[in-house]
Structures are given as structure tokens and as C-alpha cells.
């Protein structure tokens, strides 16, 4: 026998089968079929039209509610319609390109490639931005934005972004990191970086901060006071720095403890302060070299007048001796 007509004789087989064990009907109101499943009630339904689909129908019986569930498709696409529900949690609009949706044979998600390489895998360009969006509007926000940007910042670059929202109360639009369901970092909407806490400053730490490296301060924006060297520098006289101190309780130019306590402490500005300091006392201990100096200069010469003094004197009393021996 040839093989098409085998095949023809089996399709004609498979069709009795099918029409034995269920009932076809046609709804008068649409091109619809109802394949009614014997003893179990329930429905499929194939509707031809504008747009073509096919109907689950769920009755009641065996205490089982009612539900209906659709594929539809049309020259727009096709979609997964929860009839029941009246919302269509899947579509594919026609035209999407090749690998558009694609799982793989151990559960991995490609979006735009057959190949995931990971558990979800979104493919673009080496040069091309691969923007991903949360959120009500991720092209003009409120939104946050992550993905690859090849593109915009080039070639191995990724981005996290919060779209702008005018009606965000500040700190936001900003960016929450957090672990145990508690915030740990967040950058605001000006870019200020906060730690354990809401920033105030550019970089804002509430806790203690460990380095291994140096840190190192702008240049451009510290006073260096090596202008204390220069000769027109009026360095205030020791006494009256004691009187200071004795009534102020700490250095001129130097914050005190209740200021620190309320208001903190620039770094950078009281390494400076500390720094004049230093350079202050570099003149103080200069001045007292040079007293000093000059006060052993002058011990000295003390020295070696009492020395000449004394051998001038020796020698009077000599001659005195010699002129009371003579008068005898």
C-alpha cells in the first residue's frame, strides 16, 4: 500500500476515535465549536473570526469552579486571555524578532538570544545600551533603570539610574541598599552618599571608618600656613598665649570641646589648624634657641671677665704684698 494512503487511513482512524468518545456542537451566535468532554464537562472551544482563538471552559462540576481561559491570536499577535479574570498576562505582539522569549532546556531565560549563558540572560551589543526598567515609567519616570551601556558610557559599562519625578519628596528620586529589610546606604537625589544615615555632605559614615590606604584631601582647597614663616607673620607673644589659654582653656584657632561636641569638626580644616600649630611652635622653639643662644654667649662672656677680673685682681694683691715688704 502506498504511504500516503496509510496515512490517510490512519488520520481517518484517529478522527472515529475522537468522535466516538466526544460530541461536537455549534454555538449559533459565533463560529464556535464546543468539543464537549464525556462525563467530565468541561469545554474547549475554537472560535475562527478577526480574531481566532481557542477557549478552555471550566464548568462546575466535582465542586470545581467555573473558569475560562483563551489563546487568541490576530494580525497584532497573540496572547493568554484569563477569560474569567478579563486581563491578558501574556501577549507577543507579530513582528518580534527572533528570540524574543526563549527557555532553554535547563530553565534558562533568554530575552533576545537562544542562548542564555545564566538563569536569565538579556542579550545586546558589545556597543549598545541594554536598558532594563521598575517601575510606572521607565523611559520618563518615576522609574529605576539598570542594565549595559555599551552605548552611553561605552564598552563594559553598566548603570543603575532613578529617573527624575517631580512630585518625589527629597531625598529621592535616590537609590536604597539595604540587607535584613534595613536601609544601609542610599544616594540622594543630589548625589550625596549616605552610610547609616540620611546624607548631609557629599560623603556622609554614621559609624567608625577603617582605611588601608592614605587620605588624601584636594589640594585647591586648603590653606597650607606656611604663610606663618613668612617675615611679616605677627606670632603672639608667650605671655599673652598664656593668658589665653589660662582663660579660654584651649588654643587660639583651635575649635574647643563643646564647639566639637555640638557641631563636629572639618577634618581637613583642623589638619591645617594643627599644622600652624606646629609651625608656631617651630618659631616659638627658634625664638628660645636664639635667647638661649645668646644668653650662653653672654654666660661666656661673663665668663671670661670674671676670669680676667680675677687674675687682674691677683696680681693687684701681688704687687700689694710686694710694696708691704718693701715698707718693712
Request: with cysteine; charged share 15%; proline share 6%.
Amino acid at each position: 500500500m502506498p504511504k500516503t494512503r496509510r496515512l490517510h487511513g490512519l488520520f481517518l482512524t484517529l478522527c472515529t476515535v475522537c468522535l466516538l468518545s466526544f460530541t461536537w456542537t455549534r454555538d449559533v451566535y459565533a463560529t464556535q465549536y464546543i468539543l464537549d468532554s464525556v462525563g467530565i464537562r468541561d469545554f474547549l472551544g475554537i472560535n475562527s473570526g478577526n480574531s481566532p482563538s481557542i477557549i478552555f471552559s471550566q464548568d462546575t462540576s466535582g465542586g470545581a469552579l467555573p473558569y475560562g481561559w483563551g489563546i487568541a491570536a490576530n494580525q497584532g499577535g497573540i496572547a493568554i486571555n484569563d477569560i474569567t479574570s478579563g486581563t491578558f498576562p501574556f501577549s507577543i505582539s507579530a513582528g518580534a524578532p527572533n528570540g524574543s522569549f526563549f527557555i532553554d532546556a535547563n530553565g534558562r531565560i533568554g530575552l533576545g538570544t537562544f542562548t542564555p549563558g545564566g538563569n536569565l540572560h538579556i542579550f545586546g551589543q558589545a556597543n549598545q545600551d541594554v536598558f532594563n526598567g521598575v517601575g510606572p515609567d521607565p523611559v520618563n519616570g518615576p522609574a529605576l533603570n539598570f542594565g549595559y551601556s555599551g552605548n552611553s558610557f561605552g564598552r563594559g559599562s553598566g548603570f543603575f539610574n532613578v529617573r527624575a519625578d517631580p512630585f518625589a519628596t527629597p531625598p529621592n528620586p535616590a537609590i536604597f541598599f539595604a540587607t535584613a529589610n534595613v536601609p544601609r546606604m542610599v544616594i540622594t537625589n543630589t548625589g550625596q552618599v549616605g552610610i547609616g544615615i540620611l546624607p548631609s555632605q557629599a560623603l556622609d559614615v554614621f559609624g567608625n571608618i577603617r582605611a588601608s590606604g592614605g587620605f588624601i584631601s584636594g589640594g585647591s582647597f586648603l590653606n597650607v600656613p606656611d604663610y606663618v614663616f613668612e617675615p611679616d607673620y605677627k606670632l603672639l607673644p608667650l605671655p599673652a598665649l598664656a593668658s589665653y589659654v589660662e582663660k579660654e582653656k584651649h588654643l587660639p584657632d583651635i575649635p574647643s570641646a563643646l564647639e566639637i561636641k555640638e557641631q563636629g569638626v572639618n577634618m581637613s580644616e583642623l589638619q591645617m589648624q594643627l599644622l600652624k600649630k606646629v609651625e608656631e611652635l617651630t618659631l616659638y622653639t627658634l625664638q628660645q634657641e636664639k635667647t638661649i643662644t645668646e644668653l650662653t654667649s653672654a654666660k661666656q662672656q661673663q665668663k671670661q671677665t670674671i676670669t680676667e677680673l680675677s687674675d687682674a685682681l691677683a696680681e693687684v694683691r701681688a704687687r700689694l704684698a710686694v710694696l708691704e715688704q718693701s715698707h718693712h
